[in-house]
């Protein structure tokens, strides 16, 4: 059973930087499309970004397009979440999530397509 940890969230002042990332245990991680959602108080999850198996397909939400980066290290098991330019509506529960599939260019963008989710980690904008 593959387990997700996410780790790195806190309390930023709006234009400042977070760098989420998140452990992946029980099966290699580079078995697992990778992403990122978040959910803020009263408000549905959304994407945020995610990452093919192998690294070179990256797609990301509108609102985060140009200021978060997602990337993986396989080697270490873990997928990052680099946050710049962090705005008070980035201000939500990020989760982690994995998809499990063959193909090592797909990278979906739908909760519905990931099959393993992390407990999430609180990431506070102020302004």
């Known amino acids: 059973q593959v387990q997700l940890v996410e780790s790195g969230g806190g309390l930023v002042q709006a234009g400042g930087s977070l760098r989420l990332s998140c452990a992946v245990s029980g099966r290699a991680i580079s078995t697992y499309i990778m992403g990122w959602f978040r959910q803020a108080p009263g408000k549905e999850r959304d994407f945020v970004a995610s990452?093919?198996?192998?690294?070179?397909?990256?797609k990301y939400g509108d609102s985060v397009k140009g200021r978060f980066t997602i990337f993986r290290d396989n080697a270490k098991d873990k997928v990052y979440l680099q946050m710049n330019s962090l705005e008070p509506e980035d201000t939500a529960v990020y989760y982690c999530a994995a998809e499990q599939r063959d193909s090592a260019y797909r990278a979906p963008t739908g909760a519905a397509d990931f099959d393993y989710w992390g407990q999430g980690t609180q990431v506070t904008v102020s302004s």
């Open positions: 990452i093919s198996r192998n690294g070179i397909v990256t």
